[in-house]
């Protein structure tokens, strides 16, 4: 059996703290709205590709551009929630579902 080393194991919210502050601080929040918009662009990208959907067809599905798409699968662009809605019920053909907390 193999013996563990007794180094002290760092769980994922103390390395968020250690990196970015506690929550509630700027650092913190400009992490999380990040981490949220890098968020947003995979699960387009994931939905984009499920569907064999190049970024330029659902660029015309959705009546913006390639390089538009491509920048929000980046984590390179803002989003306005019209836009967004438009790439997922009229790119995707999925709904948007919303929540608050």
Known sequence: ???????????????????????????RDAYEIGFEAFKLGVLIQEMRERQNLT??????????????ISRIENDASDIRLSTLMRIVKDGLGANLKLSLS
Not at 1 to 27: D, R
């Open 1 to 27: 059996m193999k013996q563990i080393n007794n180094k002290k194991l760092t769980s994922f919210e103390e390395h968020l703290e250690a990196q970015y502050g506690k929550k509630g601080s700027a650092a």
């Open 55 to 68: 970024q330029e067809q659902l660029a015309n599905k959705c009546g913006t551009t390639k390089s538009y």
